[in-house]
């Protein structure tokens, strides 16, 4: 079995990231990914330096191809299982293939679970959409609604609002609003539907409308929800690292591995970065976040290298 001094299970922005900060510092390198990102259903990537509206497949392809430059390798498979070993780490793919490195770096990123209303599905990544920064420039000035299951809605209606004068909250299941919040939405000439919202309609494989319970639709030709962000990390139970549950202003928003600042874990060796550490990071900012993690990897094998050294010295 090959052993790598590091294996990146998965290849998306932070993933191929910190990959190409290893292989530079003339680490070996394996990447396993599913080819399943997040972002699969966008049509394009946005706020990425010089990259803006590139699709996200032909983004990690570029990414693989510099990965593979600097002699780090690819393969495409599902991480089921991480063990320790008195190497370091055997990760098992779902195909019973296994490969052993000496430090893990986890980048699966997270599942969207999209609220439980017919069609929501169908639609997401297109013009079901729940980040204003991502998606909200491709909806400027449409009629635009936002689902409200949670009291964050409210911080994303107004951030839609920015990008359009016709903007309208549908309440859903939120709580009941305040005076104040009732006053600001109408201050910013944001609509309030109160009532369920029962399904979207679609006509002609685009977005038409917001049905209600009880049969009223409200034309829009976009839809802003808010997901529940899941980190894909089960497969690191075995290793006895659990996920945690992440709020915003007491809302939970999902789950993620908590990491430090150097995107360390509480299990020594294995490290984490991107969205499974950080539900609300943007492509770019998972970029970022994998090339530091990446080269703290690095420094990491260089202190254990250094230590060993000076022990063999000394013998």
Known sequence: MTKYDVIVIGGGAAGLSGATALARSRRSVLVVDDGTPRNAPAEGVHNFLTRDGVPPGELYALGRQEVAGYGG?????TVT??????GGFTVELADGTAYQGRRLLVTTGLADVLPDVPGL???WGKDVLHCPYCHGWEVRDQAIGVLATSAMALHQVQLFRQ??????LFLH???ELTDD???????????????KVEQVEVENGKLTGVR????KVIPRQALAIQTTMRARADFLADLGLETVVRETNGIVIGTVVPV???GATDVPGVFAAGNVTDPMAQVMSSAAAGLMTGAGINFDLITEETRLAVAARSS
């Open 181 to 195: 919040q009732w006053e600001e939405l109408a201050a910013r000439g944001i609509s309030v539907v109160q009532g």
């Open 81 to 86: 299982t991480a063990l320790r070993d008195s």
């Open 163 to 168: 990008l359009s004068d016709d903007v309208t």
């Open 212 to 215: 209600l319970e009880g049969g």
């Open 260 to 262: 430090d600042a150097r």
């Open 121 to 123: 599905a169908d639609r």
């Open 73 to 77: 390798e690819i393969v495409k498979g």
């Open 173 to 175: 299941t939120a709580p």
